[in-house]
């Protein structure tokens, strides 16, 4: 199937559908940082498409300071996306109190507009009251994650300046008396509206992981819940799908 039959399957302008796969061409270093790209006249022969929707689409990656054009010269990379998935979803409680200790934060007033989530569980209890927060997690100065939090009011209480500044999860962890008895983390691929867009610097309709997160106390009450929104690009996962099954015999 070519290009052109591709593109029609799709209801997002033609624009925006050749200026993601040229931008899967960078982050897949088949487009190297500071080389130039094709031409325009290779360009159209491998796409398909006008002229009028390439410009398009390499304006699209300009705005998003993935190339620069410079007029007699050519189109050039102006930025290294190989190396963006940088951030693990964390398979356990141990590596999520690790991948999260040391980011930045950035806190965002509640939106009465936005309403609240009711946490979930095949098991547990809500807690009496929660205390809501609202958040943009940064990576090196980049906005990676959006975050809503919802932690039993009782442990917020006893350190708010703590948890209101601070990574909420590792703040649990470090709490003496505090047994985490089940952790659950679930996820699906979505998109992003306009709010999550302008949080996270992406476009509207980009491909973001949507993922709700919660923690249980010995006496099963959830303590802590949270949907978290990822620009796809930055995270990959890693699975052990050997863990906890036992090893199968080939026979001979």
Known sequence: MNKASIFRKSRMPLYLQVAKLMRQEIENQAWRYGEQIPTLDELENEYKVSRITLRAALTQLEEQGLIH???GLGTFVAKDLSQQRWFRLPNNLDQLVDAVADLKIRRLPIDASIPAL???????EPAPAY????????????????????????????????????????????????????????????V??????A?????????????????????????????????????YIDLDLMQGVRKRSTGS
């Not at 009011?153 to 601070?166: A, I, K, V």
């Not at 992003?192 to 867009?197: L, Q």
């Open 199 to 235: 949080h996270l610097d992406i476009g509207v309709g980009d491909p973001i992981a949507d993922v709700t997160r919660g923690l249980l106390d010995a006496k099963g009450c959830i303590v802590y819940f949270a949907h978290i929104q990822y620009p796809a690009q930055m995270i």
């Open 118 to 124: 009711t946490p979930v569980f095949e098991s547990g």
């Open 69 to 71: 054009r410079t007029r």
């Open 192 to 197: 992003s509206n306009e709010d999550t867009a």
């Open 131 to 190: 205390q809501r927060m609202r958040r943009v997690h940064y990576h090196e100065n980049i906005p990676y994650c959006l975050i809503d939090i919802y932690l039993d009011q009782r442990l917020f209480d006893r350190d708010p300046e703590g948890f209101s500044s601070n990574p909420v999860v590792p703040q649990i962890a470090a709490l003496p008396d505090m047994t985490v008895s089940q952790a659950r983390q679930m996820m699906r691929i979505t």
